[in-house]
């Protein structure tokens, strides 16, 4: 049994940052895919930042430059260091791990960013 369990979201202002941090526990074998998604409200939910079992990462286009997301691969823990947040920025961060055997979420965790 795989589980994600984010943590590092809050209430910032504007130009500020903040450091998700997902924290994984089970079978996480060859993970294809680890990465981070948000669900601003009323939206749907969409891709932020992910990384292949290569390294090579993927972000949206609104958060190039400002966010990295990189990943311990001992500990099959994920990170993405968001700076200059702004306030399109808020809504529910979830870790998100792809495996060959199914994909996992995490509870996700809250970002709002104020003006």
């Known amino acids: 049994q795989v589980q994600l369990v984010e943590t590092g979201g809050g209430l910032v202002e504007a130009g500020e940052s903040l450091r998700l941090s997902c924290t994984s526990s089970?079978?996480?074998?060859?993970?294809?895919?680890m990465g981070w998604y948000r669900q601003p409200s009323g939206k749907q939910r969409e891709l932020v930042a992910i990384m292949n079992r290569g390294g090579t990462t993927e972000y949206a286009d609104s958060v190039k430059g400002r966010f990295t997301i990189s990943i311990d691969n001992a500990q099959k823990d994920v990170y993405l260091q968001m700076n200059y947040l702004t306030p399109e920025d808020t809504g529910i961060y979830y870790c998100?791990?792809?495996?060959?055997?199914?994909?996992?979420w995490g509870q996700g965790t809250q970002v709002t960013v104020s003006s």
């Open positions: 089970g079978n996480i074998v060859s993970p294809r895919l």
């Open positions: 998100h791990v792809k495996l060959q055997a199914g994909e996992y």
